[in-house]
Every structure is written in structure tokens, then in C-alpha cells.
Nanobody, 123 residues
Framework: QVKLVGSGGGSVQAGGSLRLACEASGQTYSNMGWFRQAPGKEREGVAVIYTGGRRTFYAASVKGRFTISQDNAKNTLYLQMNSLKFEDTAMYYC??????????????????WGQGTQVTVSS
């Protein structure tokens, strides 16, 4: 049974840092990603890691501030978020099981989702 459990969200002032974690169980995933959704907005891709080739990609809005990584021994995905801005406030979701040939920032191209963890940045 596939299960993704996200954690690490919280409230922080602008300029601060948080690290999100997503523990995966059921199987090992070769591609995993982070998405976020703010109230009234669509879910947007934040970052992806292709573990086969160790490639990472980021949304332009977070590039240089966020870092996605994976601990294969723990089957856990991380998102280190630095220099947080008010506009980073959202529910953050981890995703696994990118469809073959899928586009990483398209939420409908992922098969499995974590339950979400809230990140709130105060200005």
C-alpha cells in the first residue's frame, strides 16, 4: 500500500527557514516532487528530483532558495526552504509516481500524494 506522510510545516517570519519531510512507504519511488497550493489558487509544482539521474528542477519562484533532496536509506524526501517570503505561504504536498513521460509540474501527472503540511510565512 502506497503511503506518503508529510511533516515539518509551521509558521515562520519572512527571511526564515523550514525543512519539510515526506516519508514514503510501500515502495521506493524513482521520482518525487513537492507541490504547493495557496487558498484560491491552483496547485503548483515547486521542485522535483529524478533519483535515477540525480537531476533536480525548480519553479522559477523558488530557485536559489529551496533545495530538494532525498535520503534513499530512509525513503524520505526533503525540501529545505530558505529566505522564505510571504508568498510562499501555502499547503505543501509531496508527490510520487510521476507518470511515464509526464511533466513534473503538472499535478495530474502524479499518482500518489501526501496529506499536506501547512507553511505560513508572516511579513
Amino acid at each position: 500500500q502506497v503511503k506518503l506522510v508529510g511533516s515539518g510545516g509551521g509558521s515562520v517570519q519572512a527571511g526564515g527557514s523550514l525543512r519539510l519531510a515526506c516519508e514514503a512507504s510501500g515502495q521506493t519511488y524513482s521520482n518525487m516532487g513537492w507541490f504547493r497550493q495557496a487558498p484560491g489558487k491552483e496547485r503548483e509544482g515547486v521542485a522535483v528530483i529524478y533519483t535515477g539521474g540525480r537531476r533536480t528542477f525548480y519553479a522559477a519562484s523558488v530557485k536559489g532558495r529551496f533545495t530538494i533532496s532525498q535520503d534513499n536509506a530512509k525513503n524520505t524526501l526533503y525540501l529545505q526552504m530558505n529566505s522564505l517570503k510571504f508568498e510562499d505561504t501555502a499547503m505543501y504536498y509531496c508527490a510520487a509516481g510521476l507518470l511515464n513521460g509526464g511533466i513534473w509540474y503538472m499535478s495530474e501527472h502524479w499518482a500518489y500524494w501526501g496529506q499536506g503540511t501547512q507553511v505560513t510565512v508572516s511579513s
